[in-house]
């Protein structure tokens, strides 16, 4: 149970009366020290380091800072069945509606060239990422007619 010392300071259970911590529990950790800013490195539920004051943000596979982490530059283009299907979505974006174009089996750098095209020839924003372009507005006609130009194989899919 916590008691108030002189003055009125809180004391955890881990502190005596003149502010020398004891150790609370098998691991010796000190009870008032979690959860403070006691320069504490915060840890991924799986295990591995988040963030570290020296690298920055760590990959939580490699445990590698980000810039020099070598998982995430190997991994390779999400495999599809050869079909690109197009997507008119507004969920989750607040009633503004967006083309999404799924399916093309690209690698990142190829895949942001491709959705800078696109952007381009639609006249809008947008992004490209985990696999998927995203173009701001309804322009599933224009980029049907843009991919099957480039030979690829297109579907409209969903609203």
């Known amino acids: ?3 108030l010392g002189l ?6 259970p881990s502190e005596t009366r003149r502010g020398k911590a004891r150790p609370c529990g098998p691991t010796g950790v000190a009870a008032a020290a979690i959860g403070s800013n006691t320069g504490m490195k915060p840890v991924n539920p799986n295990g591995g380091l988040v963030y570290s004051t ?7 596979v490699c445990r590698s800072p980000i810039a020099q982490c070598t998982c995430r530059k190997s991994a390779a283009a999400p495999a599809g069945d050869g079909v690109v299907r197009l997507f008119f979505e507004t969920k989750g974006r607040g009633g503004k509606g967006v083309t999404v174009v799924r399916g ?3 690698a990142d750098a190829e895949l942001v060239a ?3 095209k696109l952007k381009a020839a639609c006249g809008v924003g947008g ?3 985990d696999g998927v372009i995203e173009l701001q507005g309804d322009h599933r ?3 049907l ?5 480039q030979g690829r194989t297109v579907k409209k899919a969903g609203g």
Do not use: D, S
Not at 7 to 12: E, I, K, L, P, S
Not at 54 to 60: D, F, L, S, T, V
């Open 1 to 3: 149970m916590a008691n």
């Open 54 to 60: 020296e690298a920055g943000r760590m990959c939580p």
């Open 104 to 106: 093309l089996g690209l």
């Open 141 to 143: 006609e224009r980029v």
């Open 7 to 12: 003055a009125g300071a809180w004391r955890g």
């Open 127 to 129: 992004t490209a990422k």
């Open 145 to 149: 007619v843009l991919l099957q130009a």
């Open 114 to 116: 491709l959705g800078k």
